[in-house]
């Protein structure tokens, strides 16, 4: 579950990609560095690990590595990014979830968490190969096909924390089981 409340809808836009993330291997970052080098497009790289300098040795000039920043800093980036890239598998993916509660599409490679959190043409656009080619060409067709963010935000609700809870303890209720004796944070 997610606290959606962190992450008000936000209709500003300025224009870069956004990824959040420990810099791993499988996590696939190199792939959203070498797509949007390619494309002369703005990317924001949130996060550090083992895989930074790899990865700035790949990057064009429009690519920008924070490393950690605050979560109240990385709050403002999402309110501000033109959408936010997954581009390895994760099992679900809390950070794109984030996004689109902020209204803000996700491009993401079609496999893992992603294909429960993000709807096609709704919420996102997702990539099938395994390759910056193919991010490439997801990242343009977000360009070309109109969004909405109550829509995005609407998607993203379904993983809000509180959403998780009501199911919960209504399960607990079904099962004959007082949902009270079991308490969520």
């Known amino acids: ?52 300098r790899h990865l700035e040795s790949l990057a064009g000039p429009t690519i920008r590595f924070l490393g950690h920043v605050p979560r109240s800093e990385l709050q403002e980036l999402v309110a501000r990014c033109h ?31 992603a294909l429960e959190t993000v709807v096609e043409g709704l919420s996102g656009v997702f990539f099938d190969q395994p390759d910056a080619r193919s991010l490439a060409e997801a990242l343009e067709r977000l360009d070309v096909i109109t969004l909405h963010g109550m829509a995005i935000r609407d998607n993203a609700l379904r993983f809000d924390a509180e959403v998780f809870r009501r199911k919960w303890r209504a399960l607990l209720a079904r099962e004959g089981v007082d949902p009270h004796l079991y308490s969520a944070p």
Not at 1 to 12: A, M
Not at 31 to 50: N, Q
Not at 86 to 109: C, N, Q, S, T
């Open 1 to 52: 579950p997610v606290d959606t409340d962190e992450f008000p809808i936000s209709d500003r836009d300025d224009g870069f990609l956004l990824v959040a993330s420990r810099l791993l291997a499988y996590r696939r970052l190199d792939l959203a560095v070498e797509a949007a080098t390619v494309l002369r497009r703005d990317l924001v790289v949130v996060g550090d690990g083992p895989e930074r």
């Open 83 to 113: 959408a936010y890239v997954l581009p390895g598998i994760e099992d679900f993916g809390i950070a794109p979830v984030e996004a689109m509660a902020a209204g803000k599409p996700v491009v993401a490679f079609r496999g893992g968490g």
